[in-house]
């Protein structure tokens, strides 16, 4: 099994930028990738970004590419989400995910919400 910790979210004033962390612990060695979701009220869970364990590919939502950065420390077994220009629209609630050749695991999310 692989265990997920979110931290850094936060209340944000539109513009402004917040660090998500996604701590993994357990079976590492079967992540394949990890990514982070976000779901807004009303509205259904949503890709935002993902990264490959080993090679470090990165993929992103077009919704959010060019003010998000997802990275990877393989040290700490952590993914970050870099997210700057938050707009109102970035409030939800962020899962970060990790897909394993076990199972796919989520962590518990952190709330995000950007207003003035």
């Known amino acids: 099994q692989v265990q997920l910790v979110e931290s850094g979210g936060g209340l944000v004033q539109p513009g402004g930028s917040l660090r998500l962390s996604c701590a993994a612990s357990?079976?590492?060695?079967?992540?394949?990738?990890m990514g982070w979701y976000r779901q807004a009220p009303g509205k259904e869970r949503e890709f935002v970004a993902a990264?490959?364990?080993?090679?470090?590919?990165?993929y992103y939502a077009s919704s959010v590419k060019g003010r998000f950065t997802i990275s990877r420390d393989n040290a700490k077994n952590t993914v970050y989400l870099q997210m700057n220009s938050l707009k109102p629209e970035d409030t939800a609630v962020y899962y970060c995910?990790?897909?394993?050749?076990?199972?796919?695991?989520w962590g518990q999310g952190t709330q995000v919400t950007v207003s003035s």
């Open positions: 995910n990790a897909d394993s050749y076990l199972d796919n695991y």
């Open positions: 357990g079976s590492i060695f079967s992540i394949n990738t």
């Open positions: 990264i490959s364990w080993s090679g470090g590919n990165t």
